[in-house]
């Protein structure tokens, strides 16, 4: 247990700089999820807390030590790998035992630590084992395995479940959330899949190209995302966006013609005219027939709910979550619930609140 | 994964294998047939009369000390040669492997002497340890050592052993690079975070993964040194001074060829052949069973 800030952090791969300064402040037994999309980072963020590669400049300090240019060896952080990493010459239990003996720990305490986490990841039957004789989500449980034996002061996730078929994935989701929140490890886990990001998270950073975005709790993200990428990326299916102008002495928007949309919320800032992007969330529309007309380009039932994507008559894409499965037809009225609304500005893409 | 092409007919594929057939068996199977002959027979210095004499000439291979001695010289040789030519190898791999500039002019440098001519390697050598002339020689020879290999039969050994291993180095260079390559990043990467350092873990985490390699390069540096030298031996001491060189190859050509002793030089092949045949059954029995465990 242990907390970490990170201060300044910046990474370059020789002329490409893929991190611009990261700061972050965790505190102990937080665990915080970094998600973005391919290439914005995140793994190399990652890679830099656990040592495999140097920063550029910045400091990270583990505990209040800056550790930055330090061995992993001397850093005392476990890791999950994507492709969990086991050593194939080893037994399951030697797998997990090998950081132990490092350490020099006594034989019979060994014993004793890796039992009692194969005992809670349910891997006793399988510890004389070599990984080429185990399942992936089995392998999955021994990389856990091989990190928690040793007790250290913080987890790193790199997409640990991205290898697993989807049924095993949302078991294997809840079954690290427990064991964190037990072991109550400071952790950070690196994923693409926003649902992991969504219920894993006690707070959320999320990278786009090399910078941070936003940090926040996961539903202040999905509720209040900082700009449109988060707004976008966050959320399935994703945030509608609608191009817009502020009117009405700020109160409401105007977006293709003749639809008014009050800001129940409050007024925002700025002259009449001002350039606006609207966010609609698919499931905060609802079918009216005093509204505007969605021509159905294509239904998608899902079972419980069904997802319509179609366009406005000024072409803009657009679909729409419907709790019940009967779905219209060719077209259909719709009315955006006016207090889901997101207001961002169309120059910066920042989120627009209410003045005052 | 098996991609299989259909012939029909057999005389398209009997045409296809057939100049690999007949290379085998005008170049190996022919010559190799005519020393398991001659081994059994007995023939006068000019090759007119020959008698046949059964396993004559192998009891009196194996009753001569100087025969023993050759076998004793030869193992020596050989695990001194594959012990330094893999030892050199595989600290150069591991160099080679890191992320250091100039990588790729590092590997082709490594690579280049194995592509010299045994006869060229040798002058080569002669030419840094030739006690007159060689550079390293002559050096020696200023610093108060007394360096001559053509004297001095230990240090002849020692010539022929650097040479011939410094031949097998690039080699066994090339294989131990793929080996290493071949290691997941991974799991290096997750040893490093359990906190292996450096040789520790280069010897529970690298190693291990490499053995498949380690044995591969182990039969065939030993096939090398104990069957390929010969140029190189030859051209540097030509199996002296006296016999401090001669080793099995260099025995049947000075015994064949210089003593035109041909039945005993056959005999000597015939048993350097079942010493080839028992080392490569070894390889394909280890390599096989590794591969169906894993």
């Not at chain 2, 020689?137 to 004297?151: E, F, H, S, T």
């Not at chain 2, 031996?233 to 041909?262: F, M, S, W």
């Amino acid at each position: 247990m242990a907390s970490l800030v990170l201060d300044d952090l910046r990474k370059s791969f020789g002329p490409v700089a893929v991190l611009h300064g990261i700061d972050l402040a965790m505190p102990s037994g937080e665990m915080l999820v970094i998600v973005g999309a391919s290439g914005c980072g995140k793994s190399t963020l990652l890679r830099l807390v656990a040592g495999l590669e140097v920063p550029t400049a910045g400091r990270i300090l583990l505990d209040g030590r800056d550790v930055a240019r330090l061995d992993p060896a001397e850093r005392d952080i476990a890791m999950v790998f994507q492709n969990y990493a086991l050593y194939p010459h080893m037994s399951v239990f030697d797998n997990m035992a090998y950081g132990l003996r490092i350490r020099g720990l006594p034989k019979d305490e060994i014993r004793t630590r890796v039992e009692s986490s194969a005992e809670m990841l349910g891997l006793m039957p399988l510890l004389a084992r070599k990984p080429r004789q185990l399942s992936g989500g089995q392998r999955q449980r021994v990389a856990m395995g091989r990190a928690i034996v040793r007790q250290p002061k913080l987890f790193l996730f790199d997409e640990p479940l991205s290898n697993l078929d989807a049924t095993l994935r949302v078991q294997m989701r809840a079954e690290i959330r427990r064991l964190q929140r037990r072991m109550g490890v400071t952790s950070l886990y690196v994923t693409h899949d926003q649902v992991e990001a969504m219920t894993l998270g006690d707070r959320l950073l999320v990278l786009h190209q090399g910078r941070p975005v936003q940090l926040a709790t996961p539903m202040e993200v999905f509720e209040r995302p900082a700009n449109t990428y988060v707004a976008g990326f966050i959320g399935a299916p994703a945030m509608n966006f609608l191009p817009a102008t502020l009117s009405h002495g700020g109160t409401a928007a105007i977006f293709s013609p003749e639809q008014v949309i009050p800001f129940v919320d409050g007024r925002r800032p700025g002259a009449d005219g001002r350039k606006l992007i609207l966010g609609i969330r698919p499931e905060h529309v609802v079918a009216d027939p005093a509204g505007m007309v969605l021509q159905v380009d294509l239904i998608e039932p899902l079972g419980s709910e069904t997802l319509l994507i179609g366009r406005l008559p000024d072409g803009t894409l657009f679909s729409i979550k419907l709790a019940n499965a009967a779905a219209g037809g060719e077209s259909m009225a719709v009315r955006i619930l006016p207090e889901h609304l997101q207001v961002f500005d169309a120059q910066t893409g920042l989120r627009l609140d209410p003045a005052g | 994964m098996e991609r299989r092409t259909i012939f029909p007919g057999w005389k398209l594929p009997a045409a296809l294998v057939l100049p690999q057939l007949a290379l085998t068996v005008v170049f190996f199977l022919w010559p190799a047939g005519q020393a398991i002959w001659s081994s059994l027979t007995q023939a006068d210095p000019f090759g007119i009369r020959t008698q046949f004499v059964g396993l004559d000439n192998f009891t009196d291979l194996f009753a001569d000390p100087l025969y023993l001695d050759s076998i004793a010289r030869s193992v020596f040789f050989s695990a001194a040669v594959a012990a330094l030519s893999m030892g050199v190898a595989l600290a150069l791999a591991v160099a080679a492997d890191r992320e250091i500039s100039f990588r790729g002019a590092y590997r082709v440098l490594l690579v280049w002497p194995y592509a010299i001519a045994p006869a060229m390697a040798a002058v080569l050598w002669i030419l840094l340890l030739h006690p007159q002339i060689g550079l390293v020689g002559r050096w020696l020879n200023g610093i108060g050592v007394a360096w001559d290999y053509k004297l001095n039969g230990a240090q002849a050994m020692l010539v022929v052993i650097l040479a011939s291993a410094w031949k097998q180095i690039s080699y066994n260079f090339i294989f131990f690079l793929a080996g290493l390559q071949s290691i997941p990043r991974g799991v290096i990467e997750a040893a490093r975070m359990d906190g292996a350092k450096g040789f520790f873990r280069f010897r529970t985490v690298v190693l291990p993964l490499l053995m498949p390699t380690v044995f591969f390069l182990l039969v065939v540096n030993l096939v090398y040194a104990s069957f390929d030298t010969f140029g190189t031996i030859q051209a540097l001491t030509g199996g002296g001074p006296g016999k401090a060189t001669e080793t099995l190859v260099v025995k049947v050509y000075r015994d064949g060829v210089v003593n035109l002793d041909v039945g005993s030089s056959s005999a000597q092949s015939v048993v350097l052949m079942l010493g080839v045949i028992a080392l490569t059954a070894l390889q394909f029995r280890f390599l096989g069973r590794r591969s169906d465990s894993g």
